[in-house]
Nanobody
Framework: VQLQACGGGLVHVGGSLRLSCAAS????????MGWFRQAPGKEREFVAA????????RYADSVKGRFTISRDNAKNTLYLQMNSLEPEDTAVYYC?????????????????WGQGTLVTVSS
């Protein structure tokens, strides 16, 4: 599966953005998926993950209550709704396919990394 993230942009503090991750191929609906981000000068970090059925989700503490991960398997698309954005959310956001079964916060457990989309939150 190939992944392409989009929807990033410049937003003011407190604003919202919705990221999308379009997947090619017919197996998207069978994969658990995740969002990660990498801020300038920092390591990549976990943001959120969702099971193939959307029956379970997991979030980093830093985004819990502000971000929502979802998916539309009929459209082969993964989403990340980001509300109450803070300057600390500024980063390139990536979507990725989880290898194997189960949610994980560890980057090496994911593959098929898509091209990222830049989110900039201005204060």
């Amino acid at each position: 599966v190939q992944l392409q993230a989009c929807g990033g942009g410049l937003v003011h503090v407190g604003g919202s953005l919705r990221l999308s991750c379009a997947a090619s191929g017919q197996l998207f609906s069978s994969y658990d998926m995740g969002w990660f981000r990498q801020a300038p000068g920092k390591e990549r970090e976990f943001v959120a993950a969702i099971t193939w059925s959307a029956g379970s989700t997991r979030y980093a503490d830093s985004v819990k209550g502000r971000f929502t991960i979802s998916r539309d398997n009929a459209k082969n698309t993964l989403y990340l709704q980001m509300n109450s954005l803070e300057p600390e959310d500024t980063a390139v956001y990536y979507c990725a396919r989880k290898k194997g079964v189960g949610l994980s916060t560890v980057g090496r457990d994911y593959g098929n990394w898509g091209q990222g989309t830049l989110v900039t939150v201005s204060s």
